[in-house]
Nanobody
Framework: QVQLVESGGGLVQAGGSLRLSCVVSGRAFSPYAMGWFRQAPGKERELVAA???????YNADSVKGRFTISRDNAKKTVYLQMNSLKPEDTAVYYC??????????????WGEGTLVTVSS
């Protein structure tokens, strides 16, 4: 059974930083792409950042220059470093694992989500 377990969410003031982590179990990790999505109240889920099996990365325009995705294949963990947080970054953040080496808008496996709240 594939499991994705997120951690690191919480309440932070605008301008602050948080680092999200996601540990994967139940499947191989290194060949596959990983991603972070988020869903704010009343909005659709959106892809925030992704990293391919080869290490290539994608960042949504809204987070470029502020968020960094990385992976540690030995630990089967993907991270999302979030700096200069804004109130509009408030959302539930979901870790996602792909069934391919490259990322798309559709992931195969999902974590349960971790809430990030940015106060103004």
């Amino acid at each position: 059974q594939v499991q994705l377990v997120e951690s690191g969410g919480g309440l932070v003031q605008a301008g602050g930083s948080l680092r999200l982590s996601c540990v994967v179990s139940g499947r191989a990790f290194s060949p596959y792409a990983m991603g972070w999505f988020r869903q704010a109240p009343g909005k659709e889920r959106e892809l925030v950042a992704a990293i391919s099996g080869g290490g290539g990365t994608y960042n949504a325009d809204s987070v470029k220059g502020r968020f960094t995705i990385s992976r540690d294949n030995a630990k089967k963990t993907v991270y999302l470093q979030m700096n200069s947080l804004k109130p509009e970054d408030t959302a539930v953040y979901y870790c996602a694992a792909y069934a391919t080496t490259y990322y798309t808008q559709r992931a195969a496996y999902w974590g349960e989500g971790t809430l990030v709240t940015v106060s103004s």
